[in-house]
């Protein structure tokens, strides 16, 4: 079994991040920046926003994406310079692109040139492939929405998006945790526990392999997404 195949089919940390250094020497671009990321979404919980802040694992994050991000998007750009229709291309360059701006908090890429680029890459993405790995597209531009800071947050903006995440893949563990930090962000309670226990739910058998990485994650966010929301309701 060649080696990529057989990290992408095991999916360990360890084993995505050797594979992604061979790829990158072997000159496998794509699947190089496709192991590497996929590295990266399991040691940093999907770049995903969290219900319970914790500094220690934010900073460990970002040196890990300060790291890594820029091969991986380095590769994908490089991919999508011959083929700017490749799905997994864009995908790939789209999340490499937002971890190796989050290495520098949202606070900076909200005032930088990261957030245009940004910006453009879940655009390429939700107008070539919007409903790639269950409508991950969606998934960046509502995460983005909720994550950023004042002006550019906007609650309704990614409550929508991740509306449309949902209709692309209603079961998604990942697609439905977004839907209920947005819930909870607008004061809505009630609808969030409700997202956040079906999150717990599906977290049990994960819908994609991107999602395979993160369930525990989700599974743990949304425990301590519930309790919270039942306290308040």
């Known amino acids: 079994e060649d080696y990529v195949t057989a990290a992408l089919r095991e999916r360990t940390a360890e084993g995505l991040l050797a594979a992604g250094k061979r790829a990158e020497q072997d000159g496998r671009k794509l699947e190089a920046a496709n192991c590497l990321v996929s590295y990266l979404r399991i040691e940093t919980d999907g770049n995903l926003l969290r219900v319970a802040k914790d500094e220690a694992k934010e900073a460990k994050h970002k040196k890990l994406w300060e790291e890594h991000a820029p091969s991986a998007a380095k590769l994908a ?11 997994m291309a864009l995908a790939v360059f789209a999340e490499a692109r937002t971890m190796q701006a989050a290495a520098k908090g949202l606070v900076q890429v909200a005032t930088s040139g990261d957030l245009p680029v940004l910006q453009q890459a879940v655009k390429d993405l939700r107008e070539v492939a919007p409903e790639y790995d269950m409508g991950l597209a969606w998934v960046f531009a509502s995460s983005n929405y909720l994550g950023l800071p004042w002006p550019l947050k906007s609650a309704k903006k990614a409550q929508d998006r991740a509306n449309e995440a949902l209709k692309v893949c209603g079961n998604s563990a990942r697609n439905l945790y977004v839907a209920a930090l947005v819930e909870r962000e607008l004061g809505n309670a009630r609808q969030a ?3 956040f226990h079906k999150v717990k739910a599906e977290s049990k058998e994960p819908k994609s392999a991107s999602e395979r990485d993160i369930v525990a994650f989700l599974a743990e966010q949304a425990e301590l997404g519930l309790k919270e929301c039942l306290a308040t309701a």
């Open 77 to 87: 750009q490089e991919v999508l310079a011959t083929d700017p229709q490749d799905a």
């Open 193 to 195: 526990a409700e997202l």
